[in-house]
């Protein structure tokens, strides 16, 4: 699961593909084995034990199955792991996306002191150039010694190779009108329709997003902003984010609780507080826990969130964030669809997931309030006064 995909896959949107493919680092089978090579490299992390892999690991959809991540010495991060499959068509990267290339993103991390804990990227760099395999692999890819950007640009260039479609519901797309059982079918007129998630994953309100599943803007969903009191938190963060330092914003997102902030350390933007990116969809059945916190366990609790409404106390709510009332059928329907969204490469993990999921929300569903589901929209409160 962890090599290259194929690009004859259906669905895969093939010009789309070439396009995001940037003019200064062309993709290579070469480049691309050495980057995956570095990917699972322990030794591009201070003490050796966490490699890219650790927090993107292939046999989970190049996730880590945690609500937030561990670095070195068990150092306990503030976002979700997103999957890497697909982060090609990105237009950012990160939940708040303050990278705009993947060879932008891969640096982050490294030097990150609780994620990978190098103390500059050239320490990383240093630790593997003093191997005869990778002198060899950098010289022959590069034509010269292995340096921070080339080392980045191969991760990058690995990345760019992890594309996953070839899906139940993309053989639909294509045609094949068994291909989803009849509750998928429904499943995905609800998602365009009442249950409003074409607001943020699809191309426009009006057209629908068959491919990638995501508008790549940033929205107030109502998540982890009633645990932390993030007008305060804007105001510490205001002279961090006035420095532009990358790293220390980035140390921010991940080490401390003006993670809850969100697109707000980027912009500067009071609308942006506590935005987050919209993720794609594909696969998210067995890359959960979901949302940029990972605090929910099942996508039934995905939907009981946004069924319900959510932020009844969050002045910077996006307005599209409403109750639903959909019924329990409604919201296994919607699940039904967005199982069909698993590429085969994990359709054995997706049908056990499923039934793990399903079993759960038959006997927990914290998220659940049918009366504010079938209810009018709470009246939102004002931002307090800067």
Not at 10 to 15: S, Y
Not at 18 to 30: F, G, K, L, S
Not at 202 to 224: C, M, P, Q, S, Y
């Amino acid at each position: 699961m962890a090599q290259p995909k194929s690009s004859q896959q259906v669905g895969l949107p093939v010009d789309q593909t070439r396009a995001v493919i940037p003019p200064d680092n062309p993709q290579t089978p070469e480049k691309i084995a050495l980057g995956q090579k570095l990917f699972f490299d322990g030794r591009l992390s201070a003490d050796g034990t966490v490699a890219c892999a650790s927090c993107h690991n292939p046999e989970r959809a190049f996730t880590d199955g945690k609500p937030t991540s561990v670095g070195i010495h068990g150092g306990v991060g503030q976002r979700n792991a997103p999957t890497v499959l697909n982060a090609l068509y990105n237009k950012t990267q990160f939940w708040d996306g303050r990278a705009k290339t993947l060879e932008d993103q891969a640096a982050l991390p490294i030097v990150n002191p609780i994620e990978m804990g190098q103390p500059n990227l050239d320490a990383a760099v240093a630790r593997v150039a003093s191997v005869g395999e990778y002198q060899q692999a950098f010289s022959r890819v590069f034509g010269r010694p292995a340096s921070g950007p080339d080392l980045l640009r191969a991760i990058a260039s690995y990345e760019r190779a992890l594309v996953s479609f070839n899906s139940p519901f993309d053989r639909f797309i294509a045609g094949n009108k068994n291909a989803i059982d009849d509750a998928a079918k429904r499943g995905w007129e609800l998602f365009n329709t009442r249950a409003r998630c074409n607001k943020c994953h699809a191309l426009t309100e009006d057209k629908r997003d068959v491919t990638l599943f995501t508008d790549n803007d940033f929205h107030n969903i109502g998540i982890g902003i009633i645990r932390h009191n993030v007008s305060a938190l804007a105001r510490q963060a205001e002279q961090l984010i006035k420095s532009g330092d990358t790293a220390a914003i980035d140390r921010a997102a991940i080490q401390t609780d003006m993670s809850a902030l969100g697109r707000f350390l980027i912009t500067k933007k009071e609308a942006d507080i506590a935005a987050f990116k919209t993720p794609g969809v594909r696969n998210v059945l067995v890359t959960g826990p979901y949302f940029h916190d990972g605090s929910q366990v099942t996508l039934w609790d995905v939907m009981d969130h946004y069924n319900k409404g959510a932020g009844l106390q969050n002045p910077w709510l996006d307005e599209d964030i409403q109750p639903l009332a959909l019924t329990e059928r409604d919201i296994d329907d919607v699940v039904a669809f967005l199982a069909s969204l698993t590429s085969d490469d994990y359709k054995k993990q997706g049908v056990k997931e499923l039934a793990r999921q399903h079993e759960l929300s038959r006997t927990k569903r914290p998220q659940r309030d049918t009366a504010r589901a079938f209810g009018p929209k709470p009246v939102q409160p004002k931002p307090p006064p800067p």
